[in-house]
C-alpha cells in the first residue's frame, strides 16, 4: 500500500490518496476543504489509478502529488495514548517494521479505533504494533 497527498492552491487542506496492493485508489477528504464537486472530480480520476491520476492532473502546476513516508510521530500523534504507552518501546518496535506495515498499522489505526465496544480501552501502542493488528 501506498498514500500519496495532494495539495493545490485551488484546495485548502491536504488530500490523502491510498493506493492498495492492487492499484485501487481511495480518497481521503478529511483533511481538506475540497467543494463536492472537486470531490467527485478527484474520484473519478483515482477510479483509473493513481498513475493515471497523476498525469491527467499534471497539466496544472499548482497540483503536488508526492508519496507519504509516515513516520513514527504521524503515528504516535494519530494513535494517540501519550501517557498509558511507553514512546521509547513502541518506537523501537515501529523501526523494526517493514515501510510496508508502517504504513498499514497508520492506516489502520480509525478502522481500530471504530471497532472498539464502549468502555473497551484501546491497546496500548506497543501491544497494537507486536500484535499487527492491522492484519487482522
Request: proline share 4%; glycine share 2%; charged share 25%.
Amino acid at each position: 500500500m501506498k498514500t500519496f497527498v495532494l495539495t493545490s492552491e485551488h484546495i485548502p487542506g491536504e488530500i490523502f490518496l491510498h493506493e492498495d496492493d492492487f492499484g485501487k485508489v481511495r480518497c481521503d477528504f478529511t483533511n481538506s476543504d475540497a467543494s463536492q464537486q472537486q470531490q467527485i472530480f478527484l474520484l473519478q480520476l483515482a477510479d483509473s489509478g493513481i498513475t493515471e491520476t497523476k498525469r491527467a492532473l499534471s497539466a496544472d502546476p499548482s497540483i503536488q502529488i508526492n508519496e507519504l513516508s509516515v513516520t513514527f510521530e504521524m503515528f504516535w500523534n494519530r494513535y494517540d495514548d501519550k501517557k498509558m504507552s511507553s514512546r521509547k518501546k513502541s518506537e523501537k518496535i515501529w523501526n523494526k517494521l517493514s515501510k510496508v506495515n508502517q504504513q498499514r498499522a497508520y492506516d489502520h489505526i480509525p478502522k481500530y479505533f471504530n471497532i472498539i465496544p464502549p468502555g473497551i480501552r484501546k491497546k496500548l501502542v506497543e501491544t497494537y504494533l507486536n500484535a499487527e493488528l492491522w492484519n487482522n
